[in-house]
């Protein structure tokens, strides 16, 4: 099956600063690649995809790229605020074949810092 | 309102007393999934659905129990609990086959097997 390993576990930034979080996955079918945030005793949400036809996808101050080769994409924060403070979750999954569901990483804790 | 509604939000209970979490969607969706997260571990599939009468197992199914008789019901059932279930879980629902678009979160409930 499918394994993503996510990195850095924390991250630490000024405000206004941009933040990087880089993800790898193992399987090379995988198609799709959605980022969750989670802010601190809520739900998960939805903040970006991007499928593996496009490298880079872009909404306001963050983008998601994806290097299909190397097998790895990365989700891009600029201008860092504090409410961009939260855990952050790649996943990723082959859409519209296979019988998986999305395999997540363990996650980044993104830290502001005033 | 379009959402994911779980129950209970908070439980604690004593080893081996069977016990079901409810998640009920009202957006249609086929596809619905059940997750568990724990520090450091982030988001591990259980079990899934991609319609009714159709399930299968995630990457974490051991000692838990899924049905989908309903299209907007999706039930986890734990028959005899252990400690090692003590978790944070959510239930979540998407418009398309195997979860592709985006993942709609329940609330999530906080179980802990003492």
């Known amino acids: 099956g499918e394994n993503v390993e996510q990195h850095p576990s924390t991250l630490s930034v000024q405000e206004g600063d941009s933040a990087v979080i880089k993800c790898t996955y193992s399987?090379?079918?995988?198609?799709?690649f959605p980022w969750y945030k989670q802010e601190l005793g809520k739900r998960p949400q939805l903040i970006i995809d991007?499928?593996?036809?496009?490298g880079e996808k872009k909404d306001q101050r963050i983008a998601v790229t994806l290097n299909k080769t190397a097998k790895h994409f990365s989700l891009h924060i600029t201008e860092t605020q504090p409410e961009d403070s939260a855990v952050y979750f790649c996943a990723a999954t082959l859409a519209g074949g296979g019988a998986d569901g999305l395999t997540f990483g363990k996650g980044t804790h993104l830290i502001i810092q005033p | 309102e379009a959402q994911v509604t779980q129950n209970p939000r908070y439980l604690i209970t004593v080893t081996g007393k069977k016990l079901t979490v409810t998640c009920s969607q009202n957006m249609n969706h086929e596809y619905m999934s059940w997750y568990r997260q724990d520090p450091g571990l982030g988001l591990r599939q259980i079990y899934y659905?991609?319609?009714?009468?159709?399930?299968d197992k995630g990457d974490v199914p051991e000692g838990y129990k899924v049905s989908r008789k309903e299209k907007r019901n999706f039930p986890l059932i734990l028959e005899s609990p252990s400690p090692n279930q003590t978790s944070l879980y959510f239930c979540?629902?998407?418009?398309?086959?195997?979860?592709?678009?985006?993942?709609?979160f329940g609330p999530g409930t906080r179980l802990t097997v003492l």
């Open positions: 399987d090379s079918a995988s198609n799709y």
């Open positions: 991007i499928r593996s036809n496009v």
């Open positions: 659905s991609m319609n009714v009468e159709v399930t």
């Open positions: 979540a629902s998407s418009l398309f086959v195997q979860g592709i678009g985006e993942q709609f």
